[in-house]
């Protein structure tokens, strides 16, 4: 059996190419395009970029099934670096060692998972940035308001992400902290859109 010669973030995009209105994921009757998904996943890779991700830099995922695994998995791919797929069923200790012996820099993690990542990083302290998540945020009536604020430019009151420093604190997450409004960002060289950090939305648990 014959398998192209190409990156994964590459095959997305030919299938965008070839149908680009075609489902792409279903997630509690929310319907996601293949144009969408890789919307996301070029906003996720800008904002990894942001936060200072290069290519070889391990990005740790801690999540259940859901969009955002795929929108940070292509994201952070497509950011140059190598995913470390982390069990939701992992307990702090094991969570820890993964991100330990990969070396992982940076977490995406559900917020429901947390607590467990929260007492993990306790011993991981090279990983620098946490960006939290919600198993809530793409259902359907979430998705459309997301969709409507990226669309009109204010993807950047929805993006919650916390320093490893301030990790502790933030029973609700902090916003990203930035110097410049989101217009005025610079533009990622992978994907060309604005470099904000990922936009996943603040949501319910």
């Known amino acids: 059996m ?3 010669k190409i990156t994964l973030t ?3 995009e030919q299938t965008v190419e070839r149908r680009p209105d075609r489902t792409a994921l279903i997630y509690f009757g929310t319907r996601i395009s293949y144009v969408r998904l890789l919307e996301h996943v070029n906003r996720c890779a800008a904002g990894l970029q942001a936060l200072g991700v290069r290519k070889g830099d391990r990005v740790a995922l801690m999540m259940s099934n859901c969009p955002q695994f795929v929108v940070s998995y292509f994201g952070v791919l497509k950011a140059g670096a190598t995913v470390t797929a ?3 069923m992992y307990t702090a200790r094991e969570a820890a060692h993964q991100w330990h012996d990969a070396g992982a820099s940076a977490l995406i993690v559900d917020r429901k998972l947390h607590p467990v990542a929260n007492t993990a990083l306790a011993g991981v302290p090279e990983v620098k940035h946490v960006i939290v998540t919600g198993s809530r945020d793409y259902y359907p009536a979430a998705f459309a308001k997301l969709d409507k604020d990226l669309r009109t430019g204010r993807s950047s009151r929805i993006t919650h992400h916390a320093s490893r420093n301030t990790l502790g604190k933030i029973s609700s997450c902090s916003r990203a902290p ?3 409004p989101p217009s005025s960002w610079p533009t990622s060289p992978a994907c060309n859109t ?6 996943f939305p603040r949501g319910r648990c």
């Open 10 to 12: 590459r095959m997305l």
């Open 178 to 180: 930035r110097t410049r």
């Open 194 to 199: 604005p470099a904000a950090p990922p936009a």
């Open 2 to 4: 014959k398998y192209p």
């Open 86 to 88: 982390t069990s939701s």
